[in-house]
């Protein structure tokens, strides 16, 4: 059974940082690109970044460059975002999701950017 | 960026009646290898949301065969047969042909 579970969301102040992890299972992660795709409070889906299959290549949205590092380990089954320079619009409930089709989503962590 | 937009927003339906919901893009979403990368999400209340239909037509494993899909090019339908109590949520268009992906609005599909 495929399994993606998201780790590491919380409160965090603005101007901090934040890692979250997923964790994968169930399936050859390292045949499979993976994205995080985030959905604020009462509002529809936002695709945040993207990670090929070997971690060779990356895409962001123009409201996370620069501030966010999307990242992989293959060997443990792993996909990480590295937040950095959080600010109020980023909160949300992160989902981790498989392929460019969307064929599996996590439960979601929620990050908070609040004083 | 391709813009994504979905009408209706919001569907009232009668139980065991037909719903259509349809998802236009700004460009062609016909991908450089020939794929259409376009996909039809479900997100039930408090869930995440989940694959219902991926590369225009085809139904993802596990989905009942009353959802089905179709389109070409900027102009797509997600279609339910007979509407169950189960369907209530929120579904989105999807596309990952040209990055940044992009989502739809999402339309709420409601009992009446």
């Known amino acids: 059974e495929v399994q993606l579970v998201e780790s590491g969301g919380g409160l965090v102040q603005p101007g901090g940082s934040l890692r979250l992890s997923c964790a994968a299972s169930g399936f050859t992660f390292s045949n499979h690109w993976m994205h995080w795709v985030r959905q604020a409070p009462g509002k529809g889906l936002v695709w945040v970044s993207l990670?090929?299959?070997?971690?060779?290549?990356?895409n962001y949205a123009d409201s996370v460059k620069g501030r966010f590092t999307i990242s992989r380990d293959n060997a443990k089954n792993t996909l990480y975002l590295q937040m950095n320079s959080l600010r109020a619009e980023d909160t949300a409930v992160y989902y981790c999701?498989?392929?460019?089709?969307?064929?599996?989503w996590g439960q979601g962590t929620l990050v908070t950017v609040s004083s | 960026d391709i813009v994504m937009t979905q009408t209706p927003l919001s569907s009232p339906v009668t139980l065991g009646q037909p719903a259509s919901i349809s998802c236009r893009s700004s460009?062609?979403?016909?991908?450089?290898?020939?794929?259409?990368?376009l996909s039809w999400l479900q997100q039930r209340p408090g869930q995440p949301p989940r694959l219902l239909i991926y590369e225009i037509s085809n139904r993802f494993s596990g989905v009942p065969d009353r959802f089905s899909g179709s389109g070409a090019g900027t102009d797509f339908t997600l279609k339910i047969s007979r509407v169950e109590a189960e369907d209530v949520g929120v579904y989105y268009c999807?596309?990952?042909?040209?990055?940044?992906?992009?989502f739809g609005p999402g339309t709420k599909l409601e009992i009446k």
């Open positions: 999807m596309q990952g042909t040209q990055f940044p992906c992009t």
């Open positions: 460009q062609s979403l016909v991908h450089s290898d020939g794929n259409t990368y």
């Open positions: 999701v498989r392929d460019l089709s969307g064929s599996y």
């Open positions: 990670i090929n299959s070997d971690g060779s290549s990356t």
